[in-house]
């Protein structure tokens, strides 16, 4: 959204008397700039400033006017006001649980949306987003977004500027998209940064902007950028899937080429299927076969305690996102992240609404997020999730068939220097129907530690059948909840992930 767009928003909220707009920033100073043009523009009004640390302020010069405390404040807003009156309050975050000032807020927002002759709208700017249930109904959420490409490119031309240095043209460009997906404060810290190291800002401090990306993301709480160790020849079977991946591969590396020639941004892929047979294996493949990194949205801990904290989080996620794009967005266990949408309650309603935000981002996104979800129970998920044009294909993974099972023994193997042609496959393919991919796995493990144990220089294929019997599958310890998960996947159209 341009600069433009957001205050016209801004504005419609108070024409449409919303009481409370709760604004989710940390960057109070363009919250301010913004908050005076719109007085200057379109609404005459007086603008009152609460600071939790300094009391009253005088919004001008920032100066404390009064100490008092956030309740005593309220109260002489509480009478009538025929000015127009903007309270805005600042890092009140915490205090607005309290009970009393709980009453004070709503009886300012209902006044001003019943009595004709009292105008004040109130503004709670915090990083914080905290809404006591009580007041849910009277809060509006504005979201600042993030600034625009243009408005990136102003500010680094003016920081230029301010500082007396020539930026080039092209850098500038370079230096715009990286700088993508900040907020204008945390831009300014960037600039700032590069500035003083050697009082220009140069190619070289690119490298300087992608630690602070990292810095972001380990700050967000909510995502972990994951290590590269899986390449996707380290996934056994599973072909058709692996095609698939590495044409969008191909198309990625020639994204430029690709769209002028009217071919789709590569949106992502959703992988369900029966545990321990490389969906999570292939997400982080995904990511080396692209040559991008790989992060991880851990959606359980969106859930915020607060109304609106949980979509305020989801939204930042997804602005990491795309600030560290291109890379690999991988939603684990989808499934427990959005159960319970649709059914009404608290957390519910919370999960509809994050799940209805995300949805609406994968549909719209044309950036080059490649989000990777993976699930083995789709039972709790809603159709609308599996739907066309939400990813771009789901694929299905069952358990390994004989060549797969042939391929991944092989992996595993040689991945511990234990290969050997002697090695009679046929004999362990004919034992291991029904295996996964991670019982394949223990069972080289545990042979090759028992070797080691025992003194042997090689491991045989006796040995690997010893250990086959005496390995329980997750086909078969789990056998109930395979069963309703075939159930629940034949309901849906997947493409299946290994050729017939
Ligand atoms: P879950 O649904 O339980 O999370 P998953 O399908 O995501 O299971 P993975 O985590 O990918 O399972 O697999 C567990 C481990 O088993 C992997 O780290 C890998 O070592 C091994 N494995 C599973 N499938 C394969 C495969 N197709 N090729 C090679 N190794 C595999």
């Avoid at 072909?239 to 969008?248: F, G, I, P, T, V």
């Avoid at 209805?356 to 709790?380: P, R």
Wanted: a negative charge.
């Amino acid at each position: 959204m341009t600069e433009q767009l957001q205050l016209n928003k801004l504005a419609s909220y108070i024409d449409a008397l919303r009481p409370i707009i709760y604004v989710p920033t940390f960057d109070f100073h363009a919250f301010d700039a913004m908050i005076e043009q719109l007085r200057n523009e379109s609404i005459d009004c007086r603008i009152c400033e609460y600071n939790e640390g300094l009391g009253m302020v005088d919004f001008k010069t920032k100066k404390s006017s009064l100490s008092l405390t956030l309740d005593k404040f309220l109260r002489s807003y509480t009478l009538s006001q025929k000015r127009t009156k903007f309270l805005v309050l600042k890092d009140v975050h915490s205090s607005i649980s309290n009970p009393v000032i709980i009453s004070l807020l709503k009886s300012i927002a209902l006044r001003n949306q019943y009595d004709p002759d009292y105008n004040v709208t109130i503004f709670i700017v915090s990083s914080v987003l905290t809404i006591p249930p009580e007041l849910e109904k009277l809060i509006t959420i504005f979201d600042p977004s993030l600034p625009s490409k243009d408005g990136i490119k102003d500010l680094i031309i003016n920081f230029a500027k301010a500082n007396k240095f020539n930026i080039d043209e092209t850098f500038s460009e370079e230096l715009t998209w990286s700088l993508k997906g900040f907020s204008e404060f945390e831009i300014t810290q960037i600039l700032n940064l590069a500035y003083q190291n050697s009082g220009t800002i140069e190619a070289r401090d690119l490298g300087l902007i992608i630690e602070e990306k990292e810095q972001i993301i380990a700050k967000s709480g909510v995502l972990e950028i994951l290590r590269l160790d899986d390449s996707i020849d380290d996934v056994g079977g599973l072909d058709r899937m692996k095609d698939w991946l590495r044409k969008k591969s191909k198309v990625l590396d020639r994204l430029n080429e690709a769209v002028k020639y009217g071919v789709d941004i590569p949106k992502g892929l959703m992988i369900v299927g029966m545990p321990g047979c490389g969906k999570s294996l292939t997400a982080k493949a995904t990511a080396k076969l692209f040559g991008v990194p790989l992060i991880r949205l851990d959606v359980g801990k969106l859930l915020g305690k607060y109304v609106g904290e949980s979509e305020s989080n989801m939204r930042r996620a997804i602005s990491i996102a795309e600030a560290i794009s291109p890379c690999v967005l991988w939603v684990d266990e989808i499934e427990k992240a959005f159960s319970g949408i649709g059914q009404s309650g608290g957390s519910h309603e919370v999960t509809t609404r994050l799940f209805g935000f995300f949805l609406t981002w994968l549909q719209e996104k044309d950036n080059t997020v490649f989000v990777v979800a993976t699930s083995n129970d789709i039972s709790c998920l809603p159709p609308e999730f599996l739907r066309k044009g939400r990813f771009d294909e789901i694929f299905l993974v069952d358990f390994p068939n004989a060549d797969e099972r042939k391929s991944i023994f092989e992996i595993h193997l040689k991945k511990r220097g234990k290969w050997s042609t002697d090695i009679d496959v046929v004999q362990l393919l004919k034992k291991t129907e029904g295996f996964s991919g991670a019982d394949i796995e223990s069972i080289v493990k545990n042979t090759i530690e028992n070797a080691f144990l025992s003194g042997e220089k090689s491991i045989g294929t006796e040995d690997l059948i010893q250990e086959i019997k005496d390995t329980k599958p997750i086909s078969e310890s789990l056998q109930e909840k395979i069963k309703d998960l075939r159930k629940s996947l034949e309901r849906i159209d997947v493409k299946k992930a290994s050729y017939e």
